[in-house]
T-cell receptor, first 115, second 115 residues
Framework: AQSVTQLDSQVPVFEEAPVELRCNYSSSVSVYLFWYVQYPNQGLQLLLKYLSGSTLVKGINGFEAEFNKSQTSFHLRKPSVHISDTAEYFCAVSALNTGGFKTIFGAGTRLFVKA | ETGVTQSPTHLIKTRGQQVTLRCSSQSGHNTVSWYQQALGQGPQFIFQYYREEENGRGNFPPRFSGLQFPNYSSELNVNALELDDSALYLC??????????????FGPGTRLTVL
C-alpha cells in the first residue's frame, strides 16, 4: 500500500516570490508521481508527472518538481508565483496493487498568492 | 475534442436513498476512474473501469458500484446513502489500462449533499 503526505495545508506567499510545496510518499513498490492543481469549482488539472528518467520534471505554468528517491519526496517548486496561481495543489502517487492500479492523493496544499 | 463531462452538477438526497451519477469520458479514452472528494480533503479513489470491466477498487463498501458502457461513458451508483457520502464526486478519463502512467483528465465533478 502507498500513502502521500503533503506537509503544509496552507502556503501564503507574495506575488513574484518563489514557492515550494512539499510532498512525501511511502510505498513498498515502484511508484509514479503526479502534481495536480484544482481551481475553485473545477476539476483537477495535471501540472506534471514523474514516470522514470530525469529526476527533475518540468510542467505547465512554470512549475517543476524533483523526485528524490532516498528521501521519498516529490516537492513542487515555482521560482516566481502569480496571483493566478492561487489554487489547491494535490500530490498523487500511483502504483500497481493487488487488484489493479490505485492512485492515492494527498490532502492538498492551498497556495494563496498575495499582491 | 470534448472534455470530460459529468451530470448532474449538484444533487441533494436524503439518508437511505439511492443516487446515480454520470460521466462522459473524453474522446478516445477507454478508462474511467471515480473519486470522492470530501470538503477540505484530497480525492479518494473509488474504482476504475477499463473497457467495461472493473480494473481496480479503493476502500469503499459494496454499496458503491459502477458501470462502464460500450461508448466508455460511466455511471457511479451509491445505495443506502449516508450523511458521510456528502462530497464532490470526480470522474477522470484516460487512455489505456495502465492509469499509473497516463494522464487522467478530470471532469468538474458532481456535488452530492445528503441530508
Amino acid at each position: 500500500a502507498q500513502s502521500v503526505t503533503q506537509l503544509d495545508s496552507q502556503v501564503p506567499v507574495f506575488e513574484e516570490a518563489p514557492v515550494e510545496l512539499r510532498c512525501n510518499y511511502s510505498s513498498s513498490v515502484s511508484v509514479y508521481l503526479f502534481w495536480y492543481v484544482q481551481y475553485p469549482n473545477q476539476g483537477l488539472q495535471l501540472l506534471l508527472k514523474y514516470l522514470s528518467g530525469s529526476t527533475l520534471v518540468k510542467g505547465i505554468n512554470g512549475f517543476e518538481a524533483e523526485f528524490n528517491k532516498s528521501q521519498t519526496s516529490f516537492h513542487l517548486r515555482k521560482p516566481s508565483v502569480h496571483i493566478s496561481d492561487t489554487a489547491e495543489y494535490f500530490c498523487a502517487v500511483s502504483a500497481l496493487n493487488t487488484g489493479g492500479f490505485k492512485t492515492i492523493f494527498g490532502a492538498g496544499t492551498r497556495l494563496f498568492v498575495k499582491a | 475534442e470534448t472534455g470530460v463531462t459529468q451530470s448532474p452538477t449538484h444533487l441533494i438526497k436524503t439518508r437511505g436513498q439511492q443516487v446515480t451519477l454520470r460521466c462522459s469520458s473524453q474522446s478516445g479514452h477507454n478508462t474511467v476512474s471515480w473519486y470522492q472528494q470530501a470538503l477540505g480533503q484530497g480525492p479518494q479513489f473509488i474504482f476504475q473501469y477499463y473497457r467495461e470491466e472493473e480494473n481496480g477498487r479503493g476502500n469503499f463498501p459494496p454499496r458503491f458500484s459502477g458501470l462502464q458502457f460500450p461508448n466508455y461513458s460511466s455511471e457511479l451508483n451509491v445505495n443506502a446513502l449516508e450523511l458521510d457520502d456528502s462530497a464532490l464526486y470526480l470522474c477522470a478519463s484516460s487512455e489505456g489500462r495502465d492509469i499509473g502512467r497516463t494522464e487522467q483528465f478530470f471532469g468538474p465533478g458532481t456535488r452530492l449533499t445528503v441530508l
